[in-house]
């Protein structure tokens, strides 16, 4: 068993993807018996009582996320890794975000830091690439960390291609869903559909991420205005997250010249999350790749999945190792016209028995991405990569 330090700048209650891999590590690791420990910060105080309700142990510093273009923050953030590693004692540091890592890279460059490790999740990779603060303060950083895990192959090859590391310090282990995903018992479909004023014959689509233009919302509105009059008039888009108001009313404008039904729900807790998933029948994420941002795997697609959902996306990123290509959904090319995107919703509409075929599937397999799963590989290698440098 191991003493390991995760350290990180998004944890609960903030939302988003390094936050939900980070609690899952944590969980996993305390449940397969290792003494886990967490350095994450306060936000806005109040959570004391889901802190004590953890099965790892959790320090909370002031603050909440961190820019990786603040000098000031990082420096700070820096010293109190430092002040952590020091309290703990761990055999295992584990840098799960942009902030982290780089924290790490300064100690290990004043020589302060002992064996540390990191996970990738792709879009600090272009910033380091094409950034000029972080790219010079990570200069040389994958050369010094004792290992690596990706979150999937493409995010792997990025690495690879673009960082000097050695290849026996790197390795790809997909991340995992929460078990809630799979124990909430059905919803009663219906009741959650009335809020949408959905008939019995309309059909729902999906969306659960950042209320941001590289989501690709606005590619599904394109597509469904050009479904044929009778589908779209049936076709009702969910949108769930929050994001920039000025974004949310340019999608409620073309939504409306377009005559889709377009529902904006903002952010959501885990449970309704669960209740808008099981009364969905598609989800759907066009992901598109930005100069600073990557979709590394997509895990949304797996959790979607969990409730038995064919999911629509486009090939970007990790994505199509989330979803698999006319087994658990359909993966169009990057950059899809919006005529294509509307003929793959008419075959997800049209053909309810693959689609829900593909469903089945995507359920089946994404019950391989638990957490005990992930912390489990992730932390055996970590282990063995820490024995070969002693």
Known sequence: MHRILILTHEFAPFRGGISSLAQGLATGAAGLGHETHVLAPAYHGGTAEWDA???YAITRFPGSTCSILSLDKLTKFAILCRREIAAQRPDIVHAVDPAAQ??????????????????????????????LFPGVWMRGAFERVAGVTAV??????????????????????????????FETPPTDRNRVRAEWSARPDDFVLLTVARRVPDKGHWRVIEGVTRLPEALRQRTIYVVVG?????????????????????????????????????????????????????????IVYV????????????????????????????VLPYYPTPEAVAQSL??????????????????????????????????????EMLGQRR
């Not at 924290?103 to 990738?120: E, N, Y």
């Not at 999740?121 to 950034?131: A, I, K, N, P, S």
């Not at 999945?305 to 999911?311: E, H, I, K, P, Q």
């Open 53 to 55: 309700q953890q099965t």
């Open 102 to 131: 780089m924290a790490m890279t300064a100690l290990s460059r004043l020589r302060q830091a002992q064996d540390f490790f990191f996970t990738i999740h792709g879009t600090e990779l272009l910033r380091y690439r094409r950034e």
């Open 152 to 181: 999937s192959r493409k995010v792997y090859e990025i690495l690879m291609g673009n960082h000097e590391i050695a290849p026996d310090k790197v390795f790809v282990s997909y991340p995992g869903v929460d078990s809630r995903w």
């Open 242 to 298: 929050d994001g920039p108001a000025d974004y949310a009313q340019a999608l409620r404008a073309r939504a409306g010249s377009g005559s889709v039904r377009l529902h904006l729900l903002g952010e959501a807790e885990n449970a309704r999350l669960v209740e808008t998933c099981d009364a969905a029948d598609v989800f759907v994420m066009l992901s598109e790749e930005q100069p600073k941002r990557l979709e590394g795997f997509g």
């Open 303 to 330: 959790e979607a999945a969990a409730r038995g959902l064919a999911s629509l996306a486009c090939d970007t990123g990790g994505v199509a190792e989330a979803v698999l290509d006319g087994k658990t959904g359909i």
């Open 346 to 383: 008419e075959r997800l509409i049209e053909h309810g028995q693959s689609r829900e075929a593909m469903g089945r599937r995507a359920r089946e397999r994404a019950r391989d991405f638990t957490w005990h799963r992930h912390a489990s590989e992730v932390y055996r290698r970590f282990g």
